[in-house]
């Protein structure tokens, strides 16, 4: 099959081996993968990251709990944000049939235990033409909701992960520091859970007009105005979460800096590097600041029903679709902020 | 009236004019009062946090709900864990009387708005004969309660808000790093409150033997075992809080590297420089950390009745007195925590 491939962290499409279902697994074809950011961010500082975080573990062996982590020097097939058809089905499936659309976490397990789908050597993510996932983790998508929709799940998850770590709640207010695609999806379930003020800030005009269909209140080009003067500017004075969607080095410091006393920060943008604050800064305003990841089984299956009712268009947020052939362009593409959000790679299209 | 006079970051002992009670206010003589660590590093970095302040916040108006600050060139009495006797009554006072023995919150108001005393040209703390309070504020010490026990009150709040501030249930456990005043204070705190296991790290073996007095299970040497080490040798299962009570560049990274996943981070350390993170540490992990500062009035006065209750035995924290005098060095021997932990400046000692 046609696969886009890591290796040696450079990206290229190649032929691969199909790959097949083992015992409690389903052969499917890929209808819709999102391309998401941190894979972006994988083949760019993945090897620093790897790197740094040896340095930080040293000795120790891995916590048999996380996923086994890939190879770089073989091949890596990224993609995790999947929407997949059935095709065939690997012995003891007794759930799923071949023609069912499903929807998974990115996660595989076996006799050798877990395996991260899209970050794994043995099971390939969802930017090739199949991919093996296990029936117990498949969700059925609704019939008549479109594959493009459904692959928006596990991006919209993360959304909701990180506004329910931040424990915002009715009556409170939300700063949204930039409007990539976790900074989309935060704003999405704030709106979806009714919290408003949405204040957010972003360089790019498009992504500022994407807030705004997604749900933001007020959008802001932090050149002509900061977020924080806006919020005060409509309302500056619910209890505030701000929320940290760039993750490059300087935007915690710079958050707390903006952070009024006693506000939460939720930190979800993925910076790769090292930083500084100013721990008196947090200290003198008693900020909370959280670090979120992922999402809970719970929170991924609410994230397809949430899109399954329509309780909110997120048609918006999908600019653009490629074969797997065009996975390279697509990711040079997402570095121009104001020419594509999510780009989704939709094999033989 | 003798006092220890701060002046352009120096600490000298003078006769200073007493100070004269306004309406509403009582003039006291001070019975006891603490020396705080944060007195210490405001004499080391108060000008470095003030140039700091102000290069982040510019421009901008003070607020109008903080205290006023003090100006380095003039005099400054530091001293704000004091336990007094009222001995003269402003205009208007009515329910206290001389005689009264009294704690406050160090905080005294009048025409001109909020003063932190201790932290003001014009209200000075307890490193004096007298000190002017306002009635408002005063909570009687219940007769019996000697004033060096009474003087706790406010390092005591401190921890009462740092554990409140953590969120810490009954079935957490607990690591506290660093057995400073603030450290022993969260330690007592979380001993009242039935936390354990309460396992501290402190290079010196004397306040080792003081966090164990005051209610740590488990004392560790860095250099022999770490806190996390130490955690996972008698429990390693239950949801976890650390508490950072040391507040130099680095604590906060080490905490985070040595934090389990999801575990709370409690930074009551008063850090005063830059420091540097590891954004990823955080991300991974899904650690929070949050800040804490003071308290709460209520907190303050749940303090002073736990001393006066005897819920805990404080005295092991209170390692020597010294009159007004004493004060520059008494500053000196703290520097050495083999020899001190709290002392106590008793005027006329």
């Not at 998401?36 to 083949?43: E, Q």
């Not at 890596?76 to 499903?102: A, I, Q, R, S, Y």
Request: net charge negative; charged share 20%; hydrophobic share 45%.
């Amino acid at each position: 099959m046609r696969a886009a491939v890591m290796r040696d962290w450079q990206l290229r499409v190649d032929d691969v081996p199909d790959p097949t279902p083992g015992p409690g697994q389903v052969l499917t074809k890929v209808l819709a993968c999102g391309i998401c950011g941190s894979d972006l961010h994988m083949l760019q500082h993945g090897a620093e990251v790897r790197s740094m975080m040896k340095e930080i573990n040293g000795d120790a062996p891995p916590d048999p709990m996380s996923p086994k982590s890939f190879e770089p020097e073989h091949d890596t097939v990224m993609g995790h944000e999947f929407c997949c058809e059935v095709v065939d089905l690997g012995p003891g499936v007794e759930n799923l049939k071949v023609g069912d659309v499903v929807v998974s976490m990115p996660v595989a397990f076996d006799a050798a235990g877990l395996h991260a789908v899209g970050y794994s050597n043995q099971y390939n993510g969802g930017y090739a033409e199949l991919m093996v996932l296990n029936e117990m983790l498949g969700m059925k998508v609704p019939s008549g909701l479109p594959a493009h929709m459904a692959a928006l799940t596990e991006p919209l998850a993360v959304g909701i992960h990180a506004v329910a770590k931040s424990r915002i709640a009715k009556g409170d207010a939300a700063i949204v520091i930039g409007a990539g695609p976790v900074g989309l999806a935060c704003i999405a379930e704030l709106r979806m859970q009714g919290i408003g003020p949405i204040v957010v800030a972003d360089f790019s005009a498009k992504r500022r007009e994407l807030a705004a269909l997604l749900g933001a209140d007020e959008v802001v080009d932090p050149r002509v105005e900061t977020a924080i003067d806006a919020w005060k500017r409509i309302d500056g004075q619910k209890p505030l979460v701000i929320f940290e969607a760039v993750g490059v080095p300087g935007m915690i410091d710079q958050t707390m800096r903006i952070a009024p006393r006693h506000a939460r920060v939720l930190v979800v943008g993925a910076c790769m590097q090292s930083d500084h604050i100013f721990p008196m800064l947090g200290i003198g305003k008693e900020l909370t600041i959280q670090f979120a990841l992922g999402y809970e089984p719970h929170e991924f299956a609410n994230s397809l029903t949430a899109i399954a009712e329509g309780k909110i268009d997120l048609s918006p947020w999908l600019t653009g679709t490629v074969p797997v052939d065009g996975v390279p362009q697509a990711f040079a593409d997402l570095a121009n902020p104001e020419q594509h959000a999510k780009i989704l790679v939709v094999p033989g299209s």
